[in-house]
């Protein structure tokens, strides 16, 4: 049974900084690229970042350039979401997925985690 499992802190200050971990079992996590998406009250869904499966490559929304890092240990079979200069437009569920592709469409993405709140406030 594929589990895509997301941990982090629920509530932080703006212009503070946080990272999210998501951890895959029943996968052979080294063959998928992962990602990170994100959901907002009232917004569809939206792309925030990718990486390959080697992490050789990464992705970013023009929204979160800059201020977000992506990056995977594929020892531990663990995502990482590294955020700072957070601001009250980035709180949303985010979520984890798993993909034979690193893209930014959600469509691509196999498998997914069940979501976690974030919430940044001003």
């Known amino acids: 049974q594929v589990q895509l499992v997301e941990v982090g802190v629920v509530l932080v200050q703006a212009v503070g900084s946080l990272r999210l971990s998501c951890a895959a079992s029943?996968?052979?996590?080294?063959?998928?690229?992962m990602c990170w998406f994100r959901q907002a009250p009232g917004k569809e869904r939206e792309f925030v970042a990718a990486?390959?499966?080697?992490?050789?490559?990464?992705y970013y929304a023009e929204s979160v350039k800059g201020r977000f890092t992506i990056s995977r240990d594929n020892v531990k079979n663990t995502v990482y979401l590294q955020m700072s200069s957070l601001k009250p437009d980035d709180t949303a569920v985010y979520y984890c997925?798993?993909?034979?592709?690193?893209?930014?469409?959600?469509?691509?993405?196999?498998?997914w985690g069940q979501g976690t709140q974030v919430t940044v406030s001003s």
């Open positions: 997925a798993a993909g034979p592709r690193s893209t930014d469409f959600s469509g691509e993405y196999t498998y």
């Open positions: 029943g996968v052979t996590f080294i063959a998928y690229g």
């Open positions: 990486i390959t499966w080697s992490g050789a490559s990464t």
